[in-house]
């Protein structure tokens, strides 16, 4: 039960996160529109343009890899409507004694989710949303 809601607690920080952060970018740079959604309590999809034109997007949602309670994320520049591909599986981890995040998949750009709380995984991962030498397609920063 405590997993399940550190879990919740984790998506939500997320999705708190990326509303500030959206609303943080969208006023310090005009040329750039967020789009975020939620089709369902425990689903965030969003949008990031450059002067309307789409660049990049990203899913992040509740999910479990069979026991274990996760926050899947997956970003590029053209998504299913399907939550079914994921760049990162974030675990909760117990093994210091509280509960903490960590990634399972990796990197993210240079980015790892280790001994991490909700927001600071909330923040490698809207970092990897904005990151411009994955939004653009062609690998320029």
Same mark, same amino acid.
């Given at each position: 039960m405590d997993r399940d809601r550190f879990q919740r607690t984790t998506f939500n920080e997320i999705c708190r996160y990326f509303e500030h952060a959206k609303s943080e970018v969208e006023a310090s740079q005009p040329r750039i529109t967020i789009d975020l959604s939620h089709p369902d309590n425990e689903k965030l999809r969003c949008k990031l343009y450059l002067d309307g034109k789409s660049i990049n997007e990203c899913n992040v949602w509740i999910a479990s890899l069979g026991r274990h309670a996760t926050?899947?994320?997956? &970003?590029? $520049?053209?998504?299913? $409507?399907e939550f079914n591909s994921s760049n990162e599986m974030i675990s909760i981890d117990e093994s210091s004694g509280e509960m903490r995040l960590k990634g399972m998949m990796g990197s993210l750009a240079g980015h790892t989710i280790q001994? *991490?709380?909700?927001?600071?995984? &909330? *923040?490698?991962?809207? $970092?990897?949303?904005?990151?411009?030498?994955?939004?653009?397609?062609?690998?320029?920063?």
């Open positions: 926050i899947n994320f997956y &970003a590029g $520049k053209f998504l299913s $409507k001994d *991490a709380t909700p927001e600071g995984a &909330a *923040a490698v991962l809207w $970092k990897w949303f904005c990151s411009s030498r994955h939004s653009n397609g062609n690998g320029d920063s």
